[in-house]
């Protein structure tokens, strides 16, 4: 059974800096694509930005220049650098493995996600 456990959320001022983590577990985690989406209040989940097995990255529009997705296949763990944080970057953050053709989630379960707020 997959399990993804999210971290490294909080509450940071605009322009500030946060570093997510993503520990997966029961699963051959180097052979996946990962992704990270959020979800903010009323609207629906989204890909924010992702990144192969062999390395290659997507990114939102909405992101772009400001987050830079990575992964270390040594500790089963997927990171995502915030910086340049706006307020509406504000959302509960995901990670799921990821279909590397059309990015959506592979499973149905989520983690418990992390809150990401910004204040202006």
């Known amino acids: 059974q997959v399990q993804l456990v999210e971290s490294g959320g909080g509450l940071v001022q605009a322009g500030g800096s946060l570093r997510l983590s993503c520990a997966a577990s029961g699963t051959i985690f180097s052979i996946h694509a990962m992704g990270w989406y959020r979800q903010a209040p009323g609207k629906r989940r989204e890909l924010v930005a992702g990144?192969?097995?062999?390395?290659?990255?997507k990114y939102a529009d909405s992101v772009k220049g400001r987050f830079t997705i990575s992964r270390d296949n040594a500790k089963n763990t997927a990171y995502l650098q915030m910086n340049s944080l706006k307020p509406e970057d504000t959302a509960v953050y995901y990670c799921?493995?990821?279909?590397?053709?059309?990015?959506?989630?592979?499973?149905?379960?989520w983690g418990q996600g992390t809150q990401v707020t910004v204040s202006s």
């Open positions: 990144v192969t097995s062999g390395g290659r990255t």
């Open positions: 799921n493995m990821a279909n590397p053709v059309s990015w959506g989630p592979v499973y149905n379960t």
